[in-house]
Structures are given as structure tokens and as C-alpha cells.
């Protein structure tokens, strides 16, 4: 029995192999250590393999300084430390910031409007503009506030590196439209020359020439005008060999000439010129105003320079183009009579239109220019003068 035993034998090189393969580490191959795990192994662990193990298996950790005290606190000396340091995990990149668009030029009238970029204030326009910049691509909403004004908002879709610029006028509102109608009828009363200005000039009396313009024809005659308003007016035109005379009270109307005139195309015309010629005087189309409500959508003129002044009554309504200094250039009303005022003079201290053309409404397209070269505003005027 012993001798088959000993016949068995491991061959010598196999053992030798077996004796000489090492055993593997698991503390230096396991998963990164977390800082609880570190503390509880320091100052039991010795430092030379604790630290070795750290810079094989790495952290799960980014340590703080408060991490720093408690490990130093725990015992841990400067190798351990800085296998910890060496292992700290890399900070994430910083994602790539997103396209920007081109530059955004707004200009906001009125002047100076409040900006937000998607809610988010940019501060006022300056002298009516702003540039933004920085915004980024896609749909942005920019909104454009003044107090007394409509808000407006912009909906762009932007694009990386591509300009945009955009214009925007503010409409204002019904009370603030008001209030500017309120002051041009303030300035325009204060052009003519003030109340008592407008008073003295409710009795008038002039003379120059009047064009009436018909068929495409001109036909010039002299003309002496009067207007006692609010209620009387006449007019009478003369040239060589011809007399019409056409006077007014309230809607009662007179007329006399020469015979061949009578029922002409100038005479009929007359009539209605002479009414129109009253009631668009402008102190009576003031009186009339001031009891309207007034408003003006600006209180800063238009691309050619003017001002619009509104007026709105029960039975009339008027549209008045004026200058910024409150002269007054032309009125409309919306069954389409067209008044012009022009060439104005200060006569007695009254700022008062030499030239006045008149297009009454209708098919007949007669109008009648009256350009004065000699205008008085007489103390009183007789009502016989107007043969009433």
C-alpha cells in the first residue's frame, strides 16, 4: 500500500508554479472610496497603504474644506491628503453657451418708451431708440410701455449673427388723445391771438379778390366780404358790367344782381359759399368746437410737419390740420366740405387768414377762392349792411 503511494508524486515545476502566484489586493481593486469610508479607515489603516489604495481606486467625492478638516481631524496626515487631492474627479465641462442673435434696433415713438425682452426689463429707449444685443436665437417677445399709451409687442423669431430692426409707434390713449385735443384747442386759440382776439374778430370786414374755380374754369371777380357771426355773413362779386350779392342770417339767405346772372351756376353757388364762408370763420368754428369733444391721436407732428385736431359734436364733426405752432391750415368735414386757410397776417393784433378757399361738398365741384388784400375788424357792423 505504501508503494503505490509513493508512486503518485506531483511533478516538482507544477508545485513550484502554484507556490508563486500571488494572491490578489481586494482593498487596492474595489470600487472608489467615499469620504465615510476614508474616515473610518484612518488611523487604522496604516497612511503608505491607505494612500496607495485611494490612488488605485480613486474618490466618489469632491472633497470640500470642511471634508479637508474632518479627514485632518480624524487623524489623516499630509499622504493621505494629498492621494485624496490627486484623485479629485474632473469638473464636468460647462455646456457651450447658446447661439446669440445679431444686434435688435428698435425705435419707439413717442418718446421715451419702456423695454422688456420676454418679460425681462432692458431699460428705456434714448432719444426714441435702443440696440439689444446678446438675446438669444428663436422666438423672443419684446414690449414696448409708455404711461398714456397703448402697449405694443413684438414677436420675433431671431437668428444667429442676423441684424434686425424694427419701428414702432405707440397709439395713445382715448384719455390721453383728449387731453392733447384740449391743448391744440388751447394753442390755436392762442395763435388767433387769444379770447379777446376771437372776439373782436366775430365782426369782420374785407376785400381782395375771389376766383371761382367750375368746370375746370377760373373766373376772377372782385369781392367785399362781412361777417357779423355768429349768425350774418354776405358776400358780393363785381366785374365789368356783372354785380351778385348773396347775404345770410341764421339759414335764412337774400340775393340780388344783375339780371343775367340770376339763376347762374356762380349766382346758386354763392349761397352755399356764403354760409360756409360764416360758419368756417374760425372764431365761430372755435365757439362751435368748444362745445364738441376734441382729441388729437399725437402732440408731435407728422411725417409732413402737422398736427390733426379732432372734433366731434351731436350733428358735426370736424378734421383740422395745423401747423405745430398752432395755425391753422385746413378743415374737413365728413360730408366732405374742404375749408384752406392761408397767407396770415396779423391785422390789429389779430392773427387772421388772407387767403381762404372753399370746396363745398356735392357733385358740382365748384369751389371759390378768396384771397383779401384789405381785412378790418370794425367796432359794429349795421344789419342793414347785410340787408336784413
Given amino acids: 500500500m505504501l508503494a503505490v503511494a509513493a508512486s503518485v508524486s506531483v511533478p516538482v515545476g507544477l508545485a513550484q508554479r502554484s507556490r508563486s502566484v500571488p494572491r490578489e489586493d481586494t482593498f487596492l481593486s474595489g470600487p472608489p472610496f467615499s469620504l465615510d ?9 496604516a497612511d503608505k497603504r491607505l494612500s496607495e489604495a485611494i490612488s488605485r481606486r480613486g474618490i466618489s467625492f469632491s472633497p470640500t474644506k470642511d471634508d479637508y478638516d474632518r479627514l485632518k481631524s480624524a487623524g489623516a496626515h499630509a499622504p493621505v491628503l494629498q492621494a485624496i487631492a490627486a484623485k479629485v474627479p474632473a469638473a464636468p465641462k460647462a455646456p457651450p453657451p447658446p447661439p446669440s442673435s445679431g444686434p435688435v434696433a428698435v425705435e419707439c415713438q413717442p418718446l421715451e418708451c419702456d423695454v422688456t425682452v420676454n418679460g425681462q426689463p432692458k431699460g428705456q429707449t434714448d432719444h426714441g431708440s435702443i440696440t439689444l444685443t446678446g438675446l438669444p436665437t428663436g422666438q423672443v417677445f419684446i414690449d414696448l410701455k409708455k404711461d398714456g399709451y397703448i402697449g405694443q409687442q413684438l414677436s420675433l423669431e ?115 359759399v356764403v354760409r360756409l364762408f360764416r360758419d368756417y370763420q374760425l372764431p365761430a368754428l372755435l ?39 398752432g395755425t391753422v391750415i385746413s378743415v374737413k368735414s365728413p360730408s366732405g366740405t374742404q375749408i384752406a386757410y392761408a397767407d396770415y397776417a396779423l391785422v390789429e393784433r389779430i392773427w387772421y387768414p388772407k387767403s381762404m378757399v372753399i370746396q363745398p361738398a356735392g357733385p358740382s365741384k365748384q369751389a371759390v377762392e378768396l384771397h383779401f388784400t384789405e381785412v378790418l375788424f370794425p367796432a359794429s357792423i349795421p344789419d342793414r349792411e347785410f340787408h336784413f
Fill in 287 to 325: 365757439r362751435r368746437m368748444s362745445l364738441m369733444r376734441v382729441s388729437s391721436p399725437s402732440a408731435s407732428p407728422d411725417e409732413s410737419g402737422h398736427l390733426t385736431l379732432n372734433a366731434v359734436g351731436d350733428t358735426d364733426s370736424y378734421r383740422l390740420t395745423l401747423l405745430p405752432d
Fill in 37 to 45: 469610508d476614508i474616515l473610518r479607515r484612518v488611523g487604522i489603516i
Fill in 158 to 272: 431671431l437668428e444667429p449673427g442676423v441684424q434686425v430692426s424694427k419701428k414702432v409707434t405707440l397709439e395713445a390713449t382715448s384719455e390721453t388723445q383728449q387731453k392733447f385735443g384740449q391743448d391744440l384747442l388751447s394753442r390755436i386759440t392762442d395763435r388767433l391771438g387769444g379770447a379777446d382776439a376771437l372776439r373782436r374778430a366775430s365782426l369782420v370786414g374785407a376785400a381782395g379778390k375771389a376766383v371761382v374755380v367750375s368746370g375746370g374754369q377760373r373766373t376772377e371777380w372782385a369781392v367785399i366780404t362781412r361777417a357779423k357771426l355768429p349768425l350774418l355773413a354776405a358776400i358780393e362779386i363785381t366785374a365789368p358790367g356783372l354785380k351778385w350779392r348773396t347775404s345770410m342770417k341764421a339759414a335764412d339767405i337774400k340775393s340780388d344782381g344783375t339780371g343775367k346772372l340770376k339763376g347762374s351756376p356762380t349766382a346758386v353757388g354763392l349761397q352755399t
